[in-house]
């Protein structure tokens, strides 16, 4: 896949993670970002050990941050993806927020300029995610930014937006 960019939109930046950061956050140690109440949230530190196991220096997600008026402001979720796009180009995201930043928009804002911008990137052409069975502000989440339900398996949603 392409290089990770930063991405910005009105109310956040979507901060490319690093391997230290990820394994400062591992070890309870500060990652070199300002982090909000209740982030690192619990999926935060799956996701980070998937990334120090088995990632290269490209590999991993993306710190939300909330911007504010002197720049950027703190970690509140993270988002990324399960690898790169498959043969069909198929490729699968993954997002969390901080409990007290749920409802707000933010997710949507998120996630919706994540996949802006995954849909630009050569070889990706449909970016599917799985939400548990009943976890309706997630599915409404994703059908808000063009995600489309495309059944049911093993206790999850199966949501899909082409590029």
């Known amino acids: 896949m392409t290089a990770r960019p930063r991405l910005e939109s009105t109310?956040?930046?979507l901060v490319p993670q690093t391997l230290a950061a990820a394994r400062a956050l591992?070890?309870?140690e500060d990652p070199g970002l300002p982090l909000a109440e209740g982030y690192p949230h619990a999926d935060?530190?799956?996701a980070l050990r998937m990334v120090v196991e088995h990632g290269g220096p490209d590999d991993?997600?993306?710190f939300v941050l909330l911007r504010d008026d002197s720049g950027d402001g703190r970690?509140?979720?993270d988002l990324g993806t399960f690898g790169p796009p498959d043969d069909e180009g198929v490729v699968e995201i993954g997002y969390g927020l901080a409990a007290p930043y749920r409802g707000r928009g933010i997710g949507t804002e998120a996630v919706g300029t994540f996949v802006d911008w995954l849909v630009t990137v050569p070889g990706v052409r449909r970016v599917v995610a799985r939400v548990e069975v009943g976890n309706e502000a997630s599915r409404r989440l994703l059908a808000r930014i063009g995600f489309g339900l495309t059944g049911e398996a093993d206790g999850h949603w199966n949501l899909e937006r082409p590029a």
Do not use: I, Q, R
Request: net charge negative.
């Open 11 to 13: 109310h956040l930046v």
């Open 60 to 62: 991993g997600g993306w």
């Open 44 to 46: 935060t530190f799956d």
């Open 75 to 77: 970690v509140v979720g």
């Open 26 to 28: 591992l070890a309870g």
